[in-house]
């Protein structure tokens, strides 16, 4: 009897102190719909030299290269928006081993998905000397020659960044971008 | 049983406490959000699309809190793996309704876990089903929880806050090569959050109708800028079992816990400190003998268990493909009965591994380790170890290759361990395993291995008496012999497994193992009538004196296949199943008895479902079923079955979104049935109803 009693005061206790009434409370957001929104968001704060793109017509190009984790996420927030005054287009390779090393080094920013972990030295190798922004959640990318790590610090997505490695490669990053990141010099 | 009932009362008004803590904090903290705040916060209002994201700042986008799924790292991970492993994640544990880290284990294919009584838990993969299943390592962190004296582990002592459980790692199999002796049917590595993701406060109370009450508070918290650290505790209570004819089983405990994790992540290194103390009051049943009246008392034993731990781990990486791993720890467990019998166990261990890559096609990995346990067996009563006390070390170096063979297709891993042990001196336990991977969604393996199981100290050193609780025609001492001319038990596997996705949502894994058992050690005996007694043990004037003594014995074949499905036919919905079948060879029945463990049962089943119905609320079931499990006595005396059982678990998950989380869960709704069967102990658990709140910020 007494469990039940407890049961009851548990649920009474939850009830009156339920936060449901107020809406405006902080809602929690898919963990790749952040990272997600991040990788847009490098488009603003990093600037490629000055480079022909002769066949995409001056659109900013995201590769995504292995297991997708994002889905239509992306697709979604790129559809029909200039950033940074491009049309921002998508394009997945299935697995390094599938895919042309050329169309890597067309992308301006090349999301190296988890599943590609085992090849991360033969991709890094192809896409050196292009200016291709390297992001990845693999661990300890920074320390591999890629440029950003999505990493986690409690509920939220912190960024790793060696900027040496974007340096080389001929990217500018802005100082905002490093401001909130965890910098690692390797060289 | 007045004693036992103070101490529930106490874990009740904790729980209640904890409970109104729990439901006052948040609350304060969600004014605060409204009033005070118009920046960041605002970021993520209830409605907004993945779009409105990418306007927000870098210092908003840094602020959200996400819900961490990671699924796709972990399943990644798994691809490549050469042997017959299965991981827990953090998901899978909130969708489960197990109250303690062993039930959690029954989703693993290949596992049987039974609950002998209320807080004792017999787990085991590939035979030998035992209550002290001496054939299974288990780590936590790399901290061994396999005990050296009874060969064996605690589960009770593991009822770590599943919260802050990172992920389970179940390796079915042997792994003597990287892991040493005694991992011969398999591996579980428990691994703890790192502190850096276990950040804030989680707070969670729980109370159930079977007599369950736990409440569990943890603060995390950064001191640096790459510091960061968590404080934890815990107290639980839980209920009594019922024995078959309904009377209550009283094998009810309550456990205390707590303890801290310091992480530290310079740019080429990863520092992890920490430390757990537990008490645990456990009431088991059990037999005293009492050497003037030469009587078994049978009763429950309220067993006092304090164990305390400290860990170091340090990890440097001198690139992505080389690291080196240092681990340090100290472990000191204390386990008294109020009739007498204490034991003291104080284990030290250091151990070092490299890990490098020779050249394009090699990848080396070799370890040094060395261990060291003192114990103290004092004020014995029914155990009586020679010598009393002993400090024992064990040490050990491995070194394994993984040679790519064709580059992305074919892959070959060979490696051996060499350790000395201090019974029967030097083992080799190598393995071979090949990996091929003939496309992005197909990999196939192999391997064989050798692997040990060091005898335990009991099994070396202990004279054991029992007045066993039968009069007819006479009275029947028992007295279980230490023997100290042991071998190990030697055992080689082969294994194969097949990993593919049949579709995008639709995964499988299938294992088959053969293992041949050329030692097994097992328990004789030879019966003898009063006065003609062997000279050793000492002699009881009974009538008939069974002695029984340890011997190593050839163990005969156990076979199988282990199943894993796990389908997403919808976002909303996943479900997985595992299926084991188990055989075995004639020999078998003649070495797998009830002192070394029972042979497998034919088939064990394993069913999940779970549908988010909306994002706030999931129902969650599951369903566990274990075909008939035989038993056999050398003996003759207590040779049984334990009928087929099903464990089903039904439940309902609501999240607010504001970090509150309610879960109403049915726990063994088909009802109270027997899981293991012992001659002291008919405990069977009980149909029961628990709710939990949770907060999380």
């Known amino acids: ?187 | 049983m007045g004693n036992n009932n103070r101490l529930k009362m106490t874990g009740r008004v904790l729980t209640l406490a904890l409970s109104a803590v729990l439901g006052i904090l948040p609350l304060g903290r969600v004014w605060a959000q409204e009033s005070g705040l118009g920046n960041g916060a605002m970021a993520s209002q209830p409605g907004q699309t993945a779009q409105d994201l990418t306007n927000l700042s870098l210092e908003s986008l840094a602020g959200l809190n996400v819900v961490v799924t990671s699924s796709a790292k972990k399943a990644e991970s798994l691809r490549d793996a050469t042997s017959a492993i299965f991981v827990i994640t953090q998901e899978d544990i909130q969708r489960s309704g197990a109250l303690h880290l062993a039930d959690l284990l029954r989703m693993v294919p290949g596992l049987l876990v039974s609950r002998v009584d209320g807080s004792q838990w017999a787990i085991t993969a590939r035979g030998f089903n035992s209550l002290y299943n001496n054939k299974m390592l288990v780590l936590v962190d790399g901290r061994s929880a396999y005990q050296t004296d009874f060969g064996g582990v605690n589960w009770d002592e593991l009822d770590l806050m599943l919260g802050d459980i990172d992920r389970i790692e179940v390796i079915r199999g042997p792994g003597g090569t990287l892991w040493g002796s005694n991992a011969v049917n398999g591996i579980i590595n428990i691994i703890t959050k790192d502190s850096k993701i276990s950040q804030g406060v989680y707070a969670t109370s729980l109370t159930g109708s079977n007599g369950v009450d736990m409440a569990a508070l943890r603060y995390g918290g950064k001191l640096g800028e790459d510091l960061f650290y968590r404080l934890y505790a815990k107290t639980e209570d839980q209920g009594p079992f019922q024995e078959s004819d309904a009377s209550n089983a009283q094998d009810n405990w309550t456990s205390q816990r707590a303890g801290f994790r310091m992480d530290w992540h310079p740019e080429k290194d990863d520092l992890t400190l920490e430390g757990d103390y537990q008490l645990g009051n456990i009431y088991v049943p059990g037999g005293d003998f009492n050497a003037s009246t030469l009587q078994t008392v049978f009763g429950v034993d309220d067993t006092v268990d304090r164990d305390a731990d400290i860990l170091a781990h340090w990890t440097h990486h001198f690139s992505e493909s080389s690291d080196a791993e240092l681990l340090l720890y100290y472990d000191h467990i204390y386990l008294s009965v109020p009739t007498g019998q204490n034991t003291l166990l104080d284990t030290l261990d250091a151990e070092l591994q490299n890990r490098f890559l020779l050249n394009d096609w090699n990848e080396v990995t070799w370890g040094l380790d060395v261990r060291n346990v003192s114990d103290d067996y004092n004020t014995p009563t029914s155990s009586y170890y020679n010598p009393e006390q002993a400090s024992l070390s064990t040490y050990g170096a491995f070194l394994q290759d993984k040679l790519t063979l064709v580059p992305d297709r074919l892959y070959l891993t060979a490696g051996t361990k060499l350790e000395n042990n201090p019974y029967t001196g030097y083992e080799w336990q190598p393995t071979g395993r090949l990996l091929w991977t003939p496309d992005k969604t197909n990999s196939l393996w192999a391997a064989v291995s050798r692997t040990v199981r060091v005898p335990s100290r009991s099994e070396d050193d202990v004279t054991f008496y029992l007045a066993a609780p039968v009069t007819t025609p006479s009275a029947l001492y028992l007295a279980l012999q230490g023997n100290p001319n042991l071998k190990v038990e030697d055992i080689v596997a082969y294994e194969a497994g097949y990993r593919t996705n049949l579709t995008p949502q639709l995964a499988l894994d299938l294992a088959g193992f053969c293992d041949r058992y050329y030692s097994v050690i097992t328990t004789g005996f030879t019966f003898f009538s009063y006065p003609n007694y062997p000279p050793t043990p000492q002699p009881i004037n009974g009538n008939f004196l069974g002695l029984g003594q340890a011997t190593n014995a050839d163990g005969g074949v156990i076979y199988g296949a282990e199943l894993s499905l796990k389908w997403d036919p919808l976002d909303s919905v996943q479900a997985a199943l595992a299926y084991t079948y188990n055989g075995y060879d004639s020999t078998l029945n003649s070495v797998s008895n009830i002192f070394s463990g029972d042979p497998p049962p034919h088939n064990i089943v394993d069913g999940r479902l779970s549908w988010a119905v909306t994002p706030q609320l999931r129902l969650n079931t599951s369903l566990y079923w274990v075909d008939a499990s035989f038993i056999n006595d050398p003996m003759g005396q207590f040779n049984g079955v334990v009928q087929p059982y099903a464990v089903w678990d039904l439940g309902m998950t609501w999240k607010s979104g504001a970090g509150w989380e309610v879960s109403v869960w049915g726990q063994d709704l088909e009802g109270t049935h027997a899981e293991a069967s012992s001659f002291l102990d008919d405990s069977q658990p009980v149909p029961a109803v628990y709710g939990q709140l949770t907060a999380r910020y």
Not at chain 1, 46 to 74: E, M, R, S
Not at chain 1, 105 to 125: G, P, Q, T
């Open chain 1, 1 to 187: 009897m007494s469990t039940l009693k407890t049961l009851g005061f548990l649920a009474v206790l939850g009830l009156t102190l339920w936060p449901g009434g107020h809406a405006s409370r902080a809602q929690e957001v898919s963990e790749y719909t952040v990272k997600a929104a991040y990788l847009v968001n490098f488009v603003k704060f990093i600037t490629w030299p000055d480079k022909v793109y002769d066949d995409d017509q001056g659109a900013i190009v995201i590769g995504i290269l292995g297991d997708d984790p994002f889905g239509a996420t992306l697709d979604d927030m790129v559809k029909g928006r200039f950033i940074e005054g491009h049309i921002v287009l998508v394009r997945r390779f299935a697995s390094y081993d599938e895919t042309q090393k050329g169309s890597l080094r067309k992308c301006h920013l090349l999301f190296i998905a988890y599943s590609e972990k085992d090849r991360l030295r033969d991709i890094l190798k192809a896409v050196q000397g292009s200016p291709v922004l390297t992001v990845s959640e693999i661990e300890r990318f920074p320390l591999a020659g890629g440029m950003i790590q999505f990493d986690q610090e409690g509920q939220r997505i912190t960024l790793d960044i060696n900027p040496a490695q974007a340096q080389k490669a001929g990217l500018t990053l802005s100082s905002k971008l490093l401001q909130i990141a965890k910098i690692y010099r390797t060289e």
